[in-house]
């Protein structure tokens, strides 16, 4: 009997985090996706040059509303650091965009209300400005590892093509990239919600610096997006963690990896390393416990927003549960059943296969296939993540070295 309750208790749980995020994760997709069409990877690499500190600000707020998560902002930000960007330009772009995007926004105002989300906003753009700025002080002298020379990808997409795969975009890059972790966020919240009783943190963790200091040694190392961590980030708010101690979690949880850290050492040097994740961590803190002054000062202890949140009627929230629900299915189907039945056809003689390291998600993957189609010589590329590699039709004229230098400059291993 106790099995069952616990089940249906848990169900229950999943659903209703499953169901408060997924039209305000919609909404996030389309305005990421608007984004995506206005606004090139092109116009981001030209402002992000020599000009140290105002290059760190420019970057920080290219990357805040910019739909990359923590994994495929890793080869972007090596990218821009071999075509010409400044050492504190590239942390700041590595830090700015996984915390915080368009549909993490829309997912923190659903579970955590307004004014959290316009917090994690303005926490964001700190972290990263402190961050860049302290980089490019103390780290100016030291010179990063050799990389090879990286040649920039030609052949940028038009308007007209990005706006004609604008659902291809949505549908593949932006929810293929978050898809598993999102899930397993879900889950997690779900399970934190169901098992773990109210109030637990508040007599377990009483000491608000304790448990900050807990969530940064967690945060730090683990690998998560954005969208991913704040249901986790709700469900632990609702059983007694202070606010500051989950708006760390949220700061340090996408915005450093093993992943990243490990890139950021071979690009950009281990000083820039240490000073990258110093300054996370101490503005990381300092914010949290701005925080919680702030929640404890103006009475916005009640700040979770779960359960009280009827901006938008149950129908409509319904429906974006039923779409979330397809997209994810359907993202599965294609994505690992049907791209299976390709793995057992002989390559023509006109198509080549090179093994890529470094890809993790969808996005990476998209950028893999547009730098390979980008060379003369070389198109219909088809990536497979499962197995590490892109296989691309050829002509006479093409030539592997540019292909396999289009692919090391966008940020990946060949």
Known sequence: MFLIDFTLNL???????????????IFGFLVAGILHVIFPETIIRRHLGNDSFGSVIKSTLFGIP?????C????????????????????????????????????????????????????????????????????????????????????????????????????????????????IGILLAGLIAAVIPDGFFER??????????????????????AAASTPIAASLIMKGLSPGAALVFLLCGPATNMITITTVSKTLGKTSTIVY?????????????????VTATYGFQKIIMLH????????????????????????????????KTDKGKTMSDTRTRIPVKGMTCQHCAGNVKKAVEAVTGAS???????????????????????????????????
């Not at 994740?277 to 002054?293: C, D, E, H, K, R």
């Not at 974006?320 to 299915?329: V, W």
């Not at 497979?384 to 291993?413: M, R, W």
Request: aromatic content about 12%; hydrophobic content about 50%.
């Open 72 to 183: 495929g902002v890793v080869p972007v930000a090596a990218s821009l650091r071999n075509s010409g960007a400044s050492r504190g330009a590239s942390i700041s772009f590595l830090i700015s965009t996984p915390q915080v995007g368009a549909d993490s926004f829309m997912i923190t105002y659903s579970l955590l209300g307004w004014i959290f989300g316009l917090f994690r906003i303005a926490a964001s753009i700190i972290t990263a400005l402190a961050a860049g700025i302290m980089v490019n002080i103390l780290a100016v002298k030291e010179r990063p590892p050799a990389t090879g020379i990286l040649l920039p990808v030609a052949n940028q997409e038009t308007y007209k093509q990005r706006l004609k795969t604008f659902f291809s975009y949505v549908e593949y890059e932006l929810l293929g990239s978050i898809a598993g972790t999102l899930i």
């Open 11 to 25: 169900v229950e749980q999943i659903f209703i985090f499953f169901n408060e995020v997924s039209i305000y994760l």
């Open 308 to 339: 009280g949140h009827d901006m938008l009627p149950n129908w409509l929230k319904l429906l974006g549960s039923c779409a979330l629900a397809l997209m994810l299915g359907w993202y599965y189907v294609k994505t690992k059943l049907l791209t």
């Open 380 to 414: 219909d590329a088809e990536v497979n993540l499962d197995d590490g590699y892109v296989e691309f039709e050829t002509t006479i004229d093409y030539d592997i070295e540019q292909v396999k230098a289009a692919i090391i400059s966008a940020g990946y291993t060949v």
């Open 277 to 293: 994740l110093a300054s996370i961590s101490i503005v990381s803190l300092a914010l949290g416990y701005l925080l919680n002054l």
């Open 66 to 70: 910019l739909p990359l998560c923590s």
């Open 204 to 225: 377990r963790l009483d000491h608000p610096f304790f448990s900050m200091i807990i969530m940064l040694v967690i945060g730090i190392p683990m690998y998560v997006c």
